[in-house]
C-alpha cells in the first residue's frame, strides 16, 4: 500500500484546513489509519486515528477542533481542521496498519503503523 497526503499550506489562526490521504495498493480491510504531526524541533505526536469498523480516537488538544473521517470508495482518510492554532504548524503525516483494527491507544504506538506518507505541511500564522 502507498499514501499520499495532500491538502497542507499556510493559514490564519481560527482557520480552516482539509488533509486527504489517498491509499493505492491493499486496501481491504481490518485496517488502521492515523494522522500524526511533527513540529519543528519537536517529537512526533498522534493526531487522529480512523478504522475500517469507523471508530475514531483524537489527542486531547485537537479534540472539538478536527475531524478525521474516510471515503471508502475513493480509499482516502480526511483531517477536517477548523480554528487551527498558531500550535498546530507541524509536518502532518498519514499512516496504515493493515491487517488490524486500531485498538486502544492506536496515536501512542505509531511504530504499530507500518507504512507511510511524505508529509504535508501546515502553517499557521497568528
Known amino acids: 500500500v502507498q499514501l499520499a497526503e495532500s491538502g497542507g499550506g499556510s493559514v490564519q489562526a481560527g482557520g480552516s484546513l482539509r488533509l486527504s490521504c489517498a491509499a493505492s495498493?491493499?486496501?481491504?480491510?481490518?485496517?488502521?489509519m492515523g494522522w500524526f504531526r511533527q513540529p519543528p524541533g519537536k517529537e512526533r505526536e498522534g493526531v487522529a486515528s480512523i478504522d475500517s469498523d469507523g471508530t475514531t480516537s483524537y489527542a486531547d488538544s485537537v479534540k472539538g477542533r478536527f475531524t478525521v473521517s474516510l471515503d471508502t470508495d475513493k480509499n482516502t482518510m480526511y483531517l477536517q481542521m477548523n480554528s487551527l492554532k498558531p500550535e498546530d504548524t507541524a509536518m502532518y503525516y498519514c499512516a496504515t496498519a493493515r491487517g488490524v483494527q486500531c485498538g486502544d491507544s492506536p496515536l501512542r504506538q505509531p511504530g504499530a503503523f507500518g507504512t507511510w506518507g511524505q508529509g504535508t505541511q501546515v502553517t499557521v500564522s497568528s
Open positions: 495498493g491493499y486496501t481491504f480491510s481490518p485496517y488502521c
